[in-house]
């Protein structure tokens, strides 16, 4: 039988050290590797693809549901949730009978809730699961708001972008190019993922592989066929795909 | 907490003023009857005109207790010394007492002036002083309620704070995962500081007021407990010089401005955090300052707003009126600062009250 791969996601190195631990002890599971906050996190699931995600609740930047929300409820893997004390959290895990841990938890609390995500995973429920996510990330507070600021690594330095820095962003592989005044900065992140997470009135996918911040459109010349170009105000020129021709038009509020 | 005050107050003047009634219905009728009497030949003085001689005066002062409360908690709030308090008393007396005399005229016809000065004045002073008496009675109980009340809040939200549950579960958790690895010290000692802070909050101390030092070692112990959890991500820095270190501040004054730091400094980003805690003597200032080197603080309504620092602000504010300031700023090198300017040689609330036992 092959070892279930699991990935531990906390921002405190206490908690995220010490559950890797355990996890280690398990024969059945094998710790893939663990993540200090919620960009991290997406970029191991999409890259990674754990069975099993341990996921802490309350982390900056992107929080639990940011990171489900990003990778989207039907790809993201089974999941339990970790934390310390989130009341509409519980609530909400409760609700959509999704399991959690509570720290501190016991030795016995977390086998349990391994040996319930064995189960799952061993008897293909994972399509409930897949529906219950989804409940779950409509219920919670659209306040675990929008992406602010992204890290990125230059050379051996981690810098921080902020998203209004952000000319545009180019699908690379699985991967976004984040274009920033002139240079690009590769995040590990796919660009349906970084979607998901920006504030959909600053940003707008123009194309299967191309998102732009609207803020640096210059102009929109769009031809009978219906494709397009939109032009940034640097002048670099980004293809705009037919089909995504209304989704712009929605944005602007006005027709093209 | 507005309502109240005014509720308090309403209610106190109305007491005055039901005082007052009393003793203008008793002067009435005691000039009613004395007239009686002492008046031959059935002639003696009618209600009416007994009213018209009393009433004046009493209703004249009980006009003007309102302003003698509103001078005396302006002079209050100014916070002169003594010398200054007793002139500025003595100046407003008078000017109430000239403006009684010459309201009343009015009803007696004029007076020459050597009569007023001689005769009437000190009645009047008498009666002003009597007054002062009872409003500076109620002033200062109310200042004495109030501060207790706002020592009270402190410690309670305080203790709400080391008790809050995603501080506390975080923190036994830290110490599970140290036992997990075998760091018995360590997790001992996460132990240790937790426990000192549980004693922090409920030890039973009504001291108003500690040193700057005692109060950055309380600080610090609640930071001791967030530097185990974030471990590499948290880096503390404390500079007092040794005057600031014996400067006297208000109790648990700094703890929502580190608890603010922490969140906004170090639990919202993902990077390493340095907390510092500086404070210096400038002048007759004791100027202390909490920085986080986080995102600096979002727009003035998210953080000044923040319960914990609006209490900062009324609490400076109760203790030492305008003397004080509190700023929440961009660090110049990014980050956020809150700046306290407390005067030095105040002792809180000195003026309002007996200064508290110190156990």
């Known amino acids: 039988m092959t070892r279930l791969r699991v990935l531990v996601v906390d921002d405190e190195p206490l908690a995220r050290t010490g559950l890797s631990e355990l996890i280690r002890k398990d024969p059945e599971l094998e710790s893939i590797g663990d993540c200090a906050d919620g960009q991290a996190a997406v970029e191991a699931i999409e890259s990674l693809q754990p069975d099993l995600v341990l996921l802490d609740v309350q982390m900056p930047e992107i929080d639990g549901f940011g990171v489900i929300r990003a990778i989207g409820p039907e790809r993201m893997p089974p999941v339990i949730f970790v934390t310390a004390y989130e009341e509409f959290a519980l609530e ?112 707008v996918r123009v194309h299967r592989s191309a998102i732009i911040n609207l803020d640096r459109v210059g102009e929109i010349v769009s031809d009978p066929t219906g494709d397009g170009v939109v032009v940034l105000a640097d002048g670099t020129k980004v293809r705009m795909a037919r089909s995504r021709r209304a989704a712009v038009e929605r944005v602007l509020g006005k027709a093209l | 907490m507005p309502t109240v005050t005014l509720t308090r107050n309403q209610r106190a003047l109305a007491w005055a003023l039901g005082i007052m009634a009393l003793l203008a219905a008793v002067a009435v009728t005691r000039h009613h009857l004395e007239m009686m009497d002492h008046s031959p030949g059935g002639h003696y003085l009618t209600w009416g005109h007994a009213i018209s001689q009393q009433a004046p005066d009493y209703i004249l002062w009980a006009l003007a207790i309102p302003l003698v409360y509103l001078f005396v908690d302006r002079v209050a709030r100014r916070r002169w010394g003594w010398p200054r308090t007793v002139l500025a008393h003595a100046a407003f007396a008078l000017v109430v007492a000239l403006a009684v005399i010459l309201l009343r005229n009015g009803w007696y016809g004029a007076k020459d002036f050597g009569t007023i000065m001689t005769s009437i004045l000190p009645s009047q002073l008498f009666t002003y002083a009597a007054i002062l008496g009872g409003v500076l009675a109620y002033h200062y109980s109310r200042v004495f309620v109030e501060r207790e009340v706002e020592l009270a809040d402190a410690r309670l939200r305080a203790l709400r704070a080391q008790l809050r549950p995603h501080f506390m579960f975080n923190a036994l958790n830290s110490v599970a995962m140290l036992v997990r690895s075998g760091r018995g010290t360590e997790a001992v000692d996460t132990i240790a500081r937790v426990s000192d802070l549980l004693r922090d909050g409920l030890v039973d101390d009504d001291r108003a007021e500690v040193t700057l030092e005692e109060e950055v070692a309380l600080a610090r112990r609640y930071l001791a407990v967030e530097e185990v959890r974030f471990a590499d991500r948290l880096e503390v820095r404390v500079d007092l010089t040794e005057q ?116």
Request: some cysteine.
């Open chain 1, 92 to 203: 909400a895990f409760r609700v959509h009978a999704l399991d959690y841990l509570l720290k501190p938890f016991s030795d016995a609390e977390l086998a349990a809730a391994l040996g319930r995500a064995k189960r799952l995973i061993r008897d293909d429920g994972l399509h409930q699961l897949t529906e219950r996510l989804t409940e779950l990330v409509g219920s919670v507070r659209p306040e675990s708001k929008y992406l602010s600021r992204l890290t990125v690594r230059v050379a051996q330095r981690v810098q921080i972008v902020r998203v209004t820095e952000i000319d545009w962003i180019e699908a690379a592989d699985y991967c976004a190019k984040l274009h920033v005044a002139g240079t690009a900065h590769v995040v590990r992140v796919s660009l349906g993922a970084l979607e998901r997470l920006l504030d959909p009135a600053a940003f």
């Open chain 2, 244 to 359: 600031a270190k014996a400067a006297r501040v208000p109790r648990l004054i700094l703890q929502p401005l580190v608890e603010n730091a922490v969140r906004h400094g170090i639990s919202a980003r993902a990077a390493a955090g340095r907390i510092g805690i500086r404070a210096r003597v400038s002048g007759r200032e004791l100027i202390v300052e909490v920085s986080d080197d986080g995102h600096g603080p979002a727009p003035a309504e998210q953080r000044t707003n923040g319960v914990g620092l609006r209490n900062t602000r009324e609490r400076l504010k109760a203790a030492y009126g305008s003397a004080a300031r509190f700023t929440l700023e961009h660090a110049p090198v990014g980050g956020a600062i809150a700046t306290l300017v407390i005067p030095l040689g105040h002792e809180v609330g000195a003026q309002h009250a007996a200064p508290l036992p110190t156990p």
